[in-house]
Each structure stands twice: as C-alpha cells, then as structure tokens.
C-alpha cells in the first residue's frame, strides 16, 4: 500500500556532468529523441533552437549549457525531456535519462538560494538527486 | 441559487449560443429590411426567432426571456396576419431592436450568478400596448374596408359545421359591448360560442365597430333557431341573421377555372407544377410535360388551356401550370411530372370545397409567392443546418495531426528502405502520388477551417452605426472595404470590442454634425470606411471617417490640462499628439454622450489589442478625417511567404511585403563611408539590409552582387533585404513564438513568428516592418 501514498510522487532522473538530477514526472509530456533542431537566432547560447513536435514548434533548451556547464557529449542514450511550464512547452536536452524514481516531497532538503531553478536536493538510492524547477528552468517570466 | 432550472446547466452553453446566433439573425434582418421592405419571408423568420427563443428560454426556466420574447412574437403575430396592414414601421424596429439587446445582455449576463434576472415586465408591458395598437389598427383596417372584414369572418381553416350569427343593436343602444357580453352568457347554455368579432369586448372602440359592423358570434350549436331566439331577446337588439359562406361569385367566371383547389370529379386527379424561377419558357416546358404525361392517363385538360398563347408563359410562372387527368397511377404521374426539367414543385391537389369568391382571382397569384416564400424559408433552413460549431481545442488537436500525417507521409513514401526493395515499385508510387494528393488537400481544407472572414465581425458595426445615426441624427454611411478577409476566429473574436469602440468614437467625435460639415463647405457624405487586409503577417484593419480630423495643438491643449503629459510640450510630434487619446483620462468631447465615455475607452482599447499582440496607431488631418489603424497578427492564419535562406538559415519573407525581387551588378552598389551597404535602383537609392546581419547569423559575408535582392516596403519605410538565395515560395501557417520566448524579444528584431513546412522543417518568419525599424531604416517623409 505504500506505493499509494498520496504524498509519494516520482521523479524523473537524467545525468549531466556526473550529476543526477530529476523533474517532477507529472510537468513530463514527452522524451523523445533528439530531433532534427532549427536554429534560432539572437537567442542565448543554451538555445540550440527550435523543434518540431507533432506539429507543434518547441524550444530546445540545451540543459548543461543552462547550468553552465561544459558541452557535454550527446549520443543515442541523449533525448529531450519535454517539460510543461504553466502551458508552453519546452524541449530540454539532457545527455542520458536514467529512471523514473519514487520520492516523497517532504524528503527534499529546499535550496536556499533565491529564484533558483534547483528546488532542492533529496537523496535516492545512495546518490543525491538535484530537483529542478521547470518554470524557472525556463525563465518562463523574465 | 441558480437562475435557470435545475439539471439545465449542461445546456447552457448549448443554449447560450443557439440564442446568440439566433439574435445575430433576427439583427442581420431587421438591418436589412429596416429601410427596405419587411417581406413575408423575414416576418415569419423573426416570428420563428422569437418563438425558438421562447421556447428555449421557457425549458431553461427562464421565465422572464420567454416572456419577452413572447410579447414580441405576440405582435409579430399581428404583423403576420395582417399584410395588408399599413403602419409606421420605426415603433416595431425600435421594439425589436431594443429587445434583442435586451436579450443579448441577459444571455450574456446568465453564467454570473451576482447579476439578478432582469425584470423585463415594463418592456413586455410597452410591448404589449403596441401590439394591442397594432390589432387595433388591424381591426380599423377592416372597418375602413369591409370587404377585408368579410374575409375576417370566415377564417380559411374554420371547420365545417360552425355557424355565424350577425346580431345588429338598435341605433340608440349605448353600451353594445355590454349588451353583447350578456347576450354571450345568455347562450352560455345551448351553445358552445367559439369567438367573437370584436374579440376583445373590453377594448377601446369595441362600441364603435359593434355598431358599425354588428356583433359576430360563431358557435357550436345543436339547434341554432333557439340560439336565434334567446339572441332576438335581448335588450336593444334590432336584428338577428345567420351569415352564411358566400358561394363562388359569378362576377369573374374565367377565373373560377383556375380555383387551387383539385378538380373534384371522381377519379381525376390534379396536379400543380411550379417551374423554377430562372425558368424561360415554361410553357414549353409545360408542354412537354403535357407530352410525358399524356400516355399515363385520359382525358388530359391543363390550364393554360392553351400553351401557344401568347400569356401563356407569364400565368404559368405566376399560377404555374395544372394538369388535369383521369390517371390509373397518379403518384407515378407525379413523379414524372417532378422529373421535368426546370420543374420546383410539381404536387397532387386534393379535391376541395370552392373557397369564398371575392379573392379567387388573387390567390393562385398569392399563392405563388407563397409557394416561393416556402422554398426560401427551406433554402435559409438548409444554409442553417449547414454550419455546425466546434470547440477550438479539437480543431487545433485536428490541425496538428494533420501536419503529422503530412509528415508520416512523406516518411513512407520517400523511407529508404524502398531503395532496397528489388522490382518494380511503379504500383507503389501511383499510390503514394495519390495519398500525397489526398493529403495536400486534406491539409489545406483543415487549415482554412479555422479563418473565418472579418466580416462577422464588421457587421455588427452595421448595428452600431445604425442606432447612432438614429440618436445623433448624422447620416453616416458605413463603408466595407476587404471584409472577405478572413483571419482566425479567435483574432475575429477579439476585434469586436476594440472594432466597436473605434467605430463610436469615429461617428460621435469624428463625424461633424450636418450643420458642421455644411459650414465646412463639404459635400461628401459623411462616411466611415472599414477596412481589412494582410500586411507583413498581421491583420490590419483600419477606420477611417471624413469627419473633422484632430488638432495636435488642441490635443496637446488638452492633455496638459489633464496633467498627462509626460515630456515638454514641444517634444511632441504630431504623431505623438494623436496617440495622446489613447492616454488614460483623456477626452476630447465637451460633453459626454450616451456613446462615447470619457475618455476611459480608448485606452482600454490600446490595451486590448496590445494584450494580443497587437497595435494600434492613429493618423488624421485636421478637416479631412481620421484614421485608425489595428494590427493584430494572425496567429494562425495563411500567408503566402517566399523562402530564403541566409548563412543557411531558411527564413520566410511574406509576399505582400516585397516589391521587386533582382540581383544587383556591380555598377549599382554603393559603400558609404560608414561602411553602410547602399543599392540603386533605378533612381532609387536603397539600403540593404542582409538578413545575416540582422538576425546574426555566423558565417561568410557573400558579396552583394551573388545573393538575391528583395526591395521591401512596409508602411513608409523601404529598403533591400538581401539573402543568399530564393528557396521557394509557399503558403504558410504562421505560429506565434514561444511564450518562454519572449525575453528574447525577437519580435522587436524582426521575427515574428515560425512555421512548420510540409516536410516537417520549421521556417522562421520575418517582420519586414520591424526588421527595419530595428535596423534603421529611416521613416520616409510624411507625405500628407
């Protein structure tokens, strides 16, 4: 019965730079391959672009290059998360998916640093998971 | 506490809008017969609005519209069964109009549950009064005409065994009405009285018609002699007579012949054909008809007797054409008869008693229109049907998909596993030709679902003008220029308020009253024009009136009086001036009237149209008029773009944008010294503005006279877009960028949306107009 505990939600977790880090699955619409990405003008570097999704246009939001990492490497393991921010969606580049993960919000330890787009960190499975905002991931209302 | 009735809700919306579509109808009517003429057609449509809207509302529980609606329909009534009747039509117009506002705003104001149901019961009261007017007027008719009075008697429908008793008061009788109300109960119990004529015994000049007309009792009865001498009895009554069904008149014998009934002759059958109108000669056409038939029956008579003669094709298409003949299988005739060619109506009479024969020689004539009402009313009936509504969300899921299949398409067809396949592929690729072509077409039917003309929305304005004109007494003429333009239903939707505004604003403040304009010395009627079109994919529509125009002095007066200035009074450029009155608490108008507020409008307006992206400016000249101008960009609507592509980045120019498309020599550039790209064209000398710069894209700077040239224009800026290459010119659906987009500002730079191709690629459309405002592209001159 645990399993229908009603504060129990999941998380999905990508890698990035040796990190795990997790959206909560219910902003998840899709994960899809890394499609074919239009470039987009006179937008910031972690844009690579825009893409195609069953007929709707999404932008790509490249996730390392958001978090200010280095570019890392994409392969076939790379998808895109697409996330659900108030409405619009967003198409987030990750290198590897790992998991969909069981957690429960009050184990999250809250970030304290302001307008963040980490929530928190929680620990799963002996590692720690860094839990993102997707809305300020977005920067949806900048 | 809800305002409808319980377990209703889910119909709300259903009904919600049948009743706002059913008003639009009843306001597109009235507009339209208000200075023409009211035919039967629209009377029985309004009545048939009117009696739907009671009837829903009443299921609704909505007592207060159905009565309403039913004091409407009441006069319409009247309006209905009296044709004849000749009135000043101005009282039922504003009646119907006021109504139907009425209406409106309830419908609107159903889902807030704050907003009480209206008490509509002065309204109905008023409404009432004018149809008791309305009935009065009818029955004076009939006094001033008796022969319409007879034909009253005798209603068409009245049933066989009803009699009708004419009782006459003496000359010195006083109060007739009462002494008929006695003489009524009086008979209560040997008969069973049906009606009176006068109906109302209690209404006003029922004295009068009494004595004028007598008092006409019909009733059922077993014995009318003791009904005649009970009604003999009474007080001040003069004479009794039982008024009989006049027969046939034998005043016009040639006429008889052509009674509509069936002929009644045992085992002959009738038949009525009606020709279509555009029909040129039915007489030849009714004698082929004759031919058909002749084999299936005998003793074949037809009227027109005879088809050669000279009137004989104008009373068939007044009466149309009857065949008369002893048939051993009449409906097969029937069916025949149906089949003709250019035939409307072809239908079997029914034997029937001679009708009264005063209008003998009018009906068939009358029923002739009739019979063309019917097929009208069943033509709107059609066109009714026709439109059904969806909800937006599937449409768009809809179109979505099919960009999908489109896509999945050309993904099978062109997959690369057929490069394997050993043999022929020929039967495969007539096929996938096939599909291609369903779904092109698939594609372009759903896209043009959405796009609805601006039309439904300029229309309305129709209305608006009209009741200004009533109340303002300014004559101005509403003017539709481009309202074919069709724009996506939501952009449609959204232009009503702004549109309505606007307009307002341009009949109240623009237009000068008669006497104004007199003086002015101009001429011209004063006009508004409304226009729509396509520029640089927005929606631009524009008011324009020839009323008195705007003075930036005065307006710059004004705003500094109202303290809403924000820069020195000499900074303002006129441009700036005009835009003052879309300023919060601005208002120009001395006094405020019932259309136009207090300056609170206007700004709500720019508000609006900015809230959807749009924008508005304002032009004017002071004495000529002024003009309005929205843009709102369509967000999903189709425009024809060419593609380029600029350090390989395929970006869409749309086509109404660009003039000229060439390739420069050598000869014709110029390198100012700021190193600025200039071009001549012919006598022109142009900027060039390379899409690579401008939209930052990396990569080699090509030489200008290798690319391709697109001279663009938009509004009074113009220059030369220079891409590498043309790629392609195709109609696309333009889409709004991304919301999370929006810091980026890309619209300001130039970018106004993208679009996915056939193929699935996605394009990025540009903004000519603001590509060159962003780059700087000088404004030219004012040249007014």
């Known amino acids: 019965m645990d399993e229908l505990n009603v504060k129990a939600g999941q998380l999905l977790t990508f890698g990035c730079n040796d990190q795990v880090y997790g959206f909560d699955i219910t902003s998840v619409t899709d994960i899809i391959e890394i499609p074919e990405i239009t470039m987009l003008p006179m937008v910031a570097d972690y844009i690579p672009g825009i893409m195609n999704l069953r007929g709707k246009v999404v932008p790509v939001m490249d996730f390392a290059g958001r978090m200010g990492f280095e570019k890392p490497e994409y392969d076939s393991h790379s998808c895109i998360v697409v996330v659900d921010c108030e409405g619009s969606l967003l198409g987030v580049r990750v290198p590897k998916v790992i998991d969909a993960e069981e957690y429960e919000a009050e184990n999250i330890s809250d970030s304290p640093v302001e307008n963040s787009c980490i929530i928190g960190y929680i620990e799963l499975h002996g590692r720690r998971v860094t839990v993102i905002d997707c809305i300020r991931l977005s920067e949806k209302n900048r | 506490m809800s305002k409808f009735d319980a377990g209703m809700e889910s119909m709300l919306d259903t009904f919600v809008f049948e009743s706002t579509e059913l008003l639009e109808n009843l306001d597109e009517i009235l507009m339209r017969t208000e200075n023409s003429e009211l035919t039967a057609d629209d009377i029985a449509e309004i009545f048939r609005v009117m009696h739907t809207i009671k009837g829903s509302a009443a299921m609704m529980g909505l007592k207060n519209m159905s009565e309403l609606a039913h004091a409407v329909e009441d006069i ?71 022969s319409a009075a007879k034909q009253e008697i005798f209603a068409d429908d009245e049933p066989e065994g009803v009699k009708t008793v004419r009782v006459r008061f003496t000359d010195n009788c006083l109060m007739p009405s009462i002494r008929a109300m006695v003489l009524l109960n009086s008979i209560g119990s040997d008969a069973e009285v049906l009606s009176t004529i006068p109906k109302d015994l209690e209404a006003e ?23 005649m001498s009970i009604l003999k009895d009474g007080v001040d009554v003069a ?40 029909c040129l000669m039915p007489a030849i056409r009714a004698m082929v008809l004759k031919n058909t038939v002749s084999s299936m029956g005998e003793d074949l008579k037809t009227d027109p007797a005879d088809l050669e003669s000279d009137t004989a094709d104008d009373d068939i298409a007044k009466k149309g054409f009857r065949i008369e003949l002893r048939a051993k299988d009449p409906e097969a005739v029937l069916a025949a008869l149906k089949d003709g060619v250019n035939v409307l109506s072809a239908e079997k009479l029914e034997p029937a008693a001679p009708k009264p024969a005063e209008e003998s020689a009018a009906a068939p004539a009358a029923a002739a229109p009739a019979a063309k009402a019917q097929a009208a009313a069943k033509a709107a009936d059609t066109s009714h049907s ?96 481009g309202a074919d333009t069709e724009a996506d239903k939501s952009v449609v939707d959204i232009l009503g308020d702004p549109l309505m505004h606007i307009v307002r604003n341009a009949v109240d403040h623009g237009i000068e009253t008669p006497a104004e304009r007199a003086a002015a010395g101009k001429t011209e009627k004063p006009t508004v024009t409304l226009s729509a079109g396509y520029e640089s994919g927005e929606v631009v529509i524009s008011c324009e009136d020839n009323g008195a125009g705007m003075d930036p002095k005065k307006l710059l007066a004004k705003a500094k009086k109202n303290g809403i200035l924000t820069k020195p009074e000499n900074e303002y450029t006129d441009a700036e001036c005009y835009e003052l009155i879309m300023t919060a608490g601005f208002s120009t108008n001395e006094t405020v009237t019932e259309y136009s507020g207090r300056g609170v409008g206007m700004d709500v307006v720019r508000k609006n149209i900015e809230k959807v992206g749009g924008k508005m400016s304002i032009d004017s000249e002071l004495g000529r008029g002024s003009k309005f101008t929205i843009r709102i960009p369509l967000s999903l609507s189709i425009i024809d773009v060419l593609g380029v592509s600029a350090n390989g980045t395929e970006l869409s120019v749309p086509v109404t944008s660009v003039k000229e498309i060439f390739r420069a020599e050598k000869d014709m550039l110029i390198k100012d010294p700021d190193g600025t790209e200039l071009v001549m064209l012919r006598d022109k000398c142009l900027r060039v503005v390379r899409l690579s710069d401008a939209f930052e894209l990396e990569g080699e700077r090509i030489p200008l006279e290798e690319g391709i040239m697109l001279y663009c224009s938009e509004q009074d800026r113009e220059a030369v877009v220079f891409a590498d290459e043309l790629t392609a010119d195709q109609q696309v659906v333009v889409k709004p960028l991304s919301l999370l987009l929006n810091k980026y500002d890309l619209k300001s730079k130039g970018l106004s949306g993208y679009s996915i191709l056939a193929d699935g690629s996605i394009t990025l459309i540009t903004d000519i107009n603001e590509l060159f405002i962003h780059n700087g592209v000088r404004a030219a001159e004012q040249s007014r």
């Open chain 2, 76 to 146: 319409y009534f009247v309006v209905r069964e009296h044709p004849e009747l000749e009135f000043d039509h101005a009282p039922l117009y504003e009646f119907s109009f006021t109504t139907s506002d009425n209406l409106k705003t309830e419908i609107e104001n159903l889902s807030d549950e704050s907003i009480p149901l209206t008490d509509f019961s002065d309204l109905v009261g008023r409404l009432h009064e004018y149809a008791a007017y309305l009935t009065g007027l009818s029955k004076g008719e009939a006094v001033a005409a008796p």
């Open chain 2, 205 to 227: 000049n029922v004295d009068e018609e009494i004595a004028d007309q007598g008092f006409i009792i019909k009733l059922n009865c077993d014995d009318l002699s003791i009904v």
């Open chain 2, 239 to 278: 004479t009794v007579e039982e008024v009989k069904r006049q027969a046939p008149a034998a005043a016009k014998p040639a006429e008889t012949a052509a009674k509509p009934g069936g002929s009644s002759e045992q085992g002959v059958s009738t038949f009525l054909v009606k020709f279509e109108e555009g």
């Open chain 2, 386 to 481: 026709s439109i059904i509504s969806v909800r937006l969300d599937k449409l768009d899921r809809l179109l979505d998909l099919v960009a999908e299949i489109v896509i999945t398409e050309s993904g099978v067809t062109s997959n690369p596993d057929l490069k394997n396949v050993t043999g022929s592929l020929d039967r495969f690729q007539k096929s996938a030709r096939e599909l291609k072509k369903l779904t092109d077409e698939l594609q372009d039917v759903v896209m043009s679902i959405r796009m609805v003309p601006v039309q439904t929305a300029f229309s309305k304005m129709s209305r608006v003008v009209r009741d200004m004109n009533k109340t303002l007494g300014k004559n101005v003429d509403l003017v539709f220029v």
